[in-house]
C-alpha cells in the first residue's frame, strides 16, 4: 500500500513540474508578444509624402538611355524582386507623369483631387488593388426645377443601361440643388506603371465622351417633350 501511495505522489509531482514549465513557456511567449507590440511601430508616409517623393525621386534622376530602356523592360516584365505598387501608388506615379494640380484630403488620406486636361476628378483608394474615381458635378439643377429634374432622372437612367460606369445625382439641401456625377471603378490587377498609366489615361478621357453622351440624352428628352406638346 506504502509503494502505491509513493508512486502517486511521484507521478503526482512530475506532473506538476511538466505543467510549471509549460505555463513558463506560454507566459515567456505572452511577454515576448507584448514587448514586441509596445515597440513603436514606424509610421506609413501619407499620401502626400509618397507624392512628394515621387517628384523628388524624379528631379534627382540622372541616369543613361541605356539605364533607363533596362527600366522599362523591367517594369513591362515585370520584376519578382521588387514589391508590388499599390493602386495609391500607381495613381501618384500617372498624376506626377501628366503634371495634374493635385490636393489632397487633410482628414482622409485616401482621397485626392485633382485635375486633368481641364476637368475636375477625384480618385477614392478604396485598398491596395482598387480605387474608385469620380467626375463629379457635371450638371446643377435647382431643387425646385420639379421638370428638369425630372428629365435628368430618365437621362441618367437611359445613360446607365448601356454606358461607360455609372452615372448617379446627389441632392445638396445647403445649396438647394441637384448635382449629377460619373463615377468608374478600376482594379490594379498586379500591372506596372506604364500598363496603369495606359489604363488611367484611357478611363479619364472616357469621362469627357460620358459626360457629351449625357447631355446628348438629356436634350433627346427634353426634345420628346416638346414633340408631345
Known sequence: MIHW?????????????????????RQSQKDSTAAENSQPKPAMPTARERFQEIQASEKGTDKSDRTADNTKKTDEKGDETAPKKTAMDLCLEFLHKY???????????SIIDFNFQGGFFRIE????????????????????????????RKAINEFNSYQFGTMFYTINKETNSLRVHSRHICNFPGIGVEQSNIMLYSTLSAFFESRFRFFHFLNRVTEEEKKQK
Open 99 to 109: 503634371n495634374c494640380d493635385v490636393s489632397f484630403d487633410e482628414e482622409d488620406d
Open 5 to 25: 501511495i509513493w508512486a502517486f505522489v511521484f507521478i503526482a509531482l512530475i506532473a506538476a513540474y511538466f505543467y510549471r514549465k509549460k505555463e513558463q513557456k
Open 125 to 152: 483608394v478604396w485598398n491596395d488593388n482598387v480605387v474608385n474615381i469620380l467626375y463629379p458635378d457635371i450638371y446643377r439643377v435647382t431643387l425646385d426645377d420639379y421638370d428638369e429634374i425630372s428629365r435628368v
